[in-house]
């Protein structure tokens, strides 16, 4: 059964740090792009960083400099550090593979709050 599943989110103040992880299970997990993305209340879910198979990285501007996106080919697992978190950065975060099909998963929220 192909899956995703997001660990990782929680409450945290601005200034902070969070380390998001994304278990994936049921594909060849190494050789596909894996991607972030968040969806703030209210708003269109978007693309926040992605690695690709061959370890290259793409980010949004938004997230330049304060977060990293890396992968565990090993465990199946793409993660996101996430530094200098912001109250902006508050959203429930997704991660994705494009198979078939784009398959998610159930999603991780994250709240940057004092």
């Known amino acids: 059964q192909v899956q995703l599943v997001e660990s990782g989110g929680g409450l945290v103040q601005p200034g902070g740090s969070l380390k998001l992880s994304c278990a994936a299970s049921?594909?060849?997990?190494?050789?596909?792009?894996m991607t972030w993305h968040h969806q703030a209340p209210g708003k269109q879910r978007e693309r926040v960083a992605l690695?690709?198979?061959?370890?290259?990285?793409d980010y949004a501007d938004s997230v330049k400099g304060r977060f990293t996106i890396s992968r565990d080919n090993a465990k199946n697992t793409v993660y996101l550090q996430m530094n200098s978190l912001k109250p902006e950065d508050t959203a429930t975060y997704y991660c994705?593979?494009?198979?078939?099909?784009?398959?998610w998963g159930q999603g991780t929220l994250v709240t940057v709050s004092s």
């Open positions: 049921g594909f060849h997990f190494n050789m596909y792009t």
């Open positions: 690695i690709t198979s061959a370890g290259s990285t």
């Open positions: 994705s593979a494009v198979l078939n099909r784009e398959i």
